[in-house]
């Protein structure tokens, strides 16, 4: 690649990994619970919160990250090619997306083995309706399906990867016009975002022309993409503000919080995904600028296993379903046979999928890249 420069975070590959194993797990549970396995689904608020905070974890990395390669692109350049960063994510994403969703609408619920029980979740979730609900996935939004349809086998985890899309589609728009403002556009997204959606949930709600706008909003989270938007700010713009949260003292009490907050479930009423975007936060802060923790996720496996996270990500309820499918067949109806087996399978897939499809778009993005992460795998 000529004339491009590159911007490289450790530990972060190791990170978004991690987090995808997160929502790995609780949905480990949760299909069990479908299939009416023996599950600690509905009586473990901890694993509920598991994927939730594995997906809060991916939007703000993904704010810090987005943001900081737009920031040094504009400071090399004086300007934001918004036509190459689309360009750029549309190699990344939407090949595999594009799969997984021909796969949830096309194949999958033809193939019994693979077909999800009941009528809640069988294959006419999938088949009734489905040019609607495939227009609406084919449009990048999932999670406004998700709002008015509910879920779908094996494509309803991919609302956050339309939530992503959507912020990528204004994003480095929003950069370009305030470009004096950033700051201050940044910090009123993320403290006037969950103000308007309290108010909408509780005046709004009960209505049927809001309901399914606000259930939108409620899969957005724009306020966490925001929150890590603002801290790539502060730190390309090497803000003293910032380097008090350099500190390993406050990176383990972050990490000690948010341990303990998913442990015990706890959910914090109305500022919940905010509390938990700055604890995430200051942990990608820390693990990404301070040289003095006595860790690192930075190893060849780490950064595999990151490198193919979408892929984990993407392809987990496919293997998932299949190894419970497995367990029942083999009579292996115990946890370390499902959870094993589950991640196994996620990461072969994953494996598989990026090696023989993804890289072969990757590689396109050199034309369209101008500044690159580390190993221009973002």
Known sequence: MKNVSKVYFPNLNGLRFLAAIL???CHIEQFKNIKNLPNIWLESEPIRRLGEMGVILFFVLSGFLITYLLLAEESKTNNINIIKFYIRR????????????GLAFFVLPYITEMVWPGKSFGAEKALN???MKVIYFMAFL????????GMVPYASHLWSIGTEEQFYLFWPVLLKVFKNNKIKVLLAIAILFPIILYFLQNYYYQESNYKIFIKYLEFFNIDSMAIGGILSFLHFKKSLFLENFKNSKIFYI???LVTLGLLFGVKIRYIDHQIYSILFAIIILNLSTNKNLPFSLENKTFTYLGNISYGIYMWHPIAIFFTLHLALVLGQINNIFIYVLSIVFSISLAAISYELMEKQFLKLKDKFTIIASG???L
């Open 23 to 25: 929502v790995v797990i």
């Open 90 to 101: 549309a190699l990344r994403i939407w090949p595999l997306y594009f799969l997984i969703v």
């Open 129 to 131: 309706g489905r040019l």
């Open 142 to 149: 999932p999670n406004l399906g998700l709002a008015t349809f």
């Open 254 to 256: 972050s990490l000690i």
């Open 375 to 377: 190993n221009n795998k």
